[in-house]
């Protein structure tokens, strides 16, 4: 994926969140990594990114 895929990825998923708003972000988030998820082949493959995500994330010291 070029930069250019990526910023334009990045704001559809931006202006999506504003369209279903703060109470529908967390379904949305959900339906999305779950379609992401699902073009994995195997769990491996996801379970890092998962990781990594946390680790960039405040839930790391949860």
Known sequence: ???SD???S???VCE????VGEAG???FLSML???????FERADQV???IQNALAQSDGAGR
């Open 10 to 12: 990045y704001s559809a």
């Open 33 to 39: 990594c779950l379609s992401l998820m699902s073009r």
């Open 47 to 49: 379970l890092p990114l």
């Open 1 to 3: 994926m070029t930069d």
């Open 25 to 27: 972000t967390p379904m």
């Open 16 to 19: 999506a969140l504003t369209r």
């Open 6 to 8: 990526l910023d334009q």
